[in-house]
């Protein structure tokens, strides 16, 4: 199984790196292969548009999304939802939501 780290980037220090990483380790060592947007674009000062674009590019054989916390906040991370949901891809939260 593949899975897409999705999160909050832009007004976070490091662009949420560390967050990002960490989710990335996390699902490495339960051995599902990730797709981590921190390791797509790595320069802090690259432009959002050509980011999206390589991350949404690099989602295309993903089976699964992980949605960091506060992704609702992102309008990169809504964006990569959507576009997981269109591709049958199952959406994981790293916090439950209650209702």
């Given at each position: 199984?593949?899975?897409?780290?999705?999160?909050?980037?832009?007004?976070?220090?490091?662009?949420?790196?560390d967050?990002?990483?960490?989710?990335?380790?996390?699902?490495?060592?339960?051995?599902?292969?990730?797709?981590?947007?921190?390791?797509?674009?790595?320069?802090?000062?690259?432009?959002?548009?050509?980011?999206?674009?390589?991350?949404?590019?690099?989602?295309?054989?993903?089976?699964?999304?992980?949605?960091?916390?506060?992704?609702?906040q992102?309008?990169?991370?809504?964006?990569?939802?959507?576009v997981?949901?269109?591709?049958?891809?199952?959406v994981i939260?790293?916090?439950?939501?209650?209702?």
């Open positions: 199984m593949k899975i897409y780290i999705s999160g909050p980037m832009s007004g976070y220090e490091g662009l949420n790196f967050a990002f990483n960490d989710a990335a380790d996390y699902w490495r060592g339960k051995g599902w292969e990730v797709v981590n947007p921190a390791e797509v674009n790595p320069d802090l000062n690259a432009d959002w548009v050509e980011c999206i674009v390589a991350d949404i590019v690099a989602m295309r054989d993903c089976t699964h999304i992980f949605m960091l916390d506060n992704w609702e992102s309008y990169g991370a809504a964006i990569e939802k959507l997981a949901e269109k591709m049958n891809m199952q939260f790293q916090t439950p939501k209650v209702t």
